[in-house]
């Protein structure tokens, strides 16, 4: 049976490391790390706030044609890692957009692959709305 044990502090830990190695990556512009973050995969997805990628290619392009800088994130509001077992983890976080009076949200769920180690193989950002739509 597989341990799905719920946040083992050691795992917590090394994917906050990779998830702030990302975030640091957004704001430099350092594709490669930004590529090495995610799986390279066709199955791969990454909604964002402008664009859609299908699969490691696409969302390569479009990691190559954004613009370098610190991006919408303008302060942190929470940040959530739940790590089931030693391979797997949700990363949450619920940030203020830069510049508008808006609440953004980014999730990404990682896996450990046996011979890759940690990789994205599902992202999403967002941005709610500023007036309920119900």
């Known amino acids: 049976m597989t ?3 719920p946040n083992l502090p050691d795992v917590v830990a090394e994917v906050r490391d990779l998830f702030e190695r990302y975030e640091q990556a957004l704001v430099d512009k350092d594709v490669a790390v930004l590529d090495a973050t995610f799986w390279n995969s066709p199955h791969t997805i990454r909604y964002a706030l402008h664009e859609n990628g299908y699969g490691y ?3 390569h392009g ?3 044609a954004r613009p370098p ?4 994130k303008e302060q942190r509001i929470r940040l959530e890692i739940l790590t089931l077992g ?3 983890a949700t990363v949450n976080l619920e ?3 830069r510049g508008r009076e808006l609440i953004g949200r980014q ?3 990682w896996v450990r692959f046996p011979d890759l180690g940690w990789k994205v193989v599902a992202a999403h950002v ?3 709305n500023e007036a309920p739509l119900w």
Do not use: K, N, Y
């Not at 800088?69 to 919408?72: L, Q």
């Open 86 to 88: 030693r391979d797997v």
């Open 107 to 109: 999730s990404q769920t």
């Open 69 to 72: 800088g610190p991006g919408i």
């Open 62 to 64: 479009h990691r190559v």
């Open 126 to 128: 967002s941005t709610m």
């Open 57 to 59: 290619a696409e969302i």
């Open 3 to 5: 341990d799905l044990t």
């Open 95 to 97: 940030f203020t957009v």
